[in-house]
């Protein structure tokens, strides 16, 4: 069974630029979720998607936004690049139902897409 | 809301030295408990969790995390570690009902040295 697929890995983008990270979740997991990671905040939540819906935000810029295709295939993008926007940005996914979270629906992580801005 | 508090930012341990990477949390509701590693240059690997019942939780790779709720507390434990443990190890909470997002302490990077 295939893990979670986050491309690219590795991206250098300067400040002012816009980048989109892609996520491939596990084969019929329909709950997406992204987070920050960065040396100084640690993992910050960005947002989850179901069913092409997103359900839940944390506290991030408007820069940050994302969506959720029908295949439940993930993408976030960030637009006007700042330099602290450099972070491993990690995309999960799992096998939530439809009306809440339980636990026992663990997050199963990708390999992270790390950005810096220069 | 939930948070989470990881003691230890790091914690040096020589190899089969027994290990404990402290653990403590907040929620005015009932929670579920987690503890995920990550080595480097990769996601985060779910190492064990504690959903209900017995508050002694046996993981992967011979860890294992005891729930007290009177402690507010979910400490990871090896009793002999190895090399390949150095990682860093992230604690996580969410509520056991509703809807809830993982919330994560800010990490332990445990060192293990010859």
């Known amino acids: 069974k295939a893990g979670v697929t986050q491309t690219p890995r590795y991206l250098i983008k300067t400040r002012g630029q816009q980048v989109t990270l892609s996520c491939s979740p596990i084969?019929?997991?329909?709950?997406v979720s992204w987070y920050q990671q960065t040396p100084g905040q640690g993992l910050q939540f960005l947002f989850e998607?179901?069913?092409?819906?997103?359900?839940n935000k944390g506290n991030f810029p408007g820069r940050f936004s994302g969506r959720q295709f029908s295949n439940s295939r993930s993408e976030m993008n960030v637009s006007t690049l700042e330099l602290g926007d450099s972070a491993l940005y990690l995309c999960?996914?799992?096998?939530?139902?439809?009306?809440?979270?339980?636990?026992?629906?663990?997050?199963?992580f990708g390999a992270g897409s790390r950005l810096t801005v220069l | 809301a939930q948070s989470v508090t990881q003691l230890d930012s790091q914690v040096p341990v020589f190899e089969e030295a027994p290990v404990e990477l402290r653990c403590n949390y907040s929620?005015?509701?009932?929670?579920?408990l987690f503890w995920y590693v990550q080595y480097p240059n990769q996601g985060l690997q779910l190492l064990l969790k504690?959903?209900?019942?017995?508050?002694l939780v046996k993981g992967i790779n011979g860890f294992e995390a005891e729930f007290n709720k009177s402690q507010t507390s979910f400490h990871l434990r090896k009793p002999s570690v190895h090399i390949s443990d150095t990682a860093e190890y992230f604690c996580?909470?969410?509520?056991?009902?509703?809807?809830?997002?993982?919330?994560f302490g800010k990490g332990t990077m445990l060192l293990v040295s010859p």
């Open positions: 999960a996914s799992s096998p939530i139902s439809s009306q809440f979270f339980s636990g026992a629906n663990v997050l199963t």
């Open positions: 084969s019929g997991h329909r709950s």
């Open positions: 998607y179901f069913s092409e819906t997103q359900r």
């Open positions: 929620s005015s509701v009932s929670v579920y």
């Open positions: 504690y959903l209900s019942g017995s508050t």
């Open positions: 996580a909470v969410s509520a056991s009902s509703g809807y809830s997002t993982l919330t």
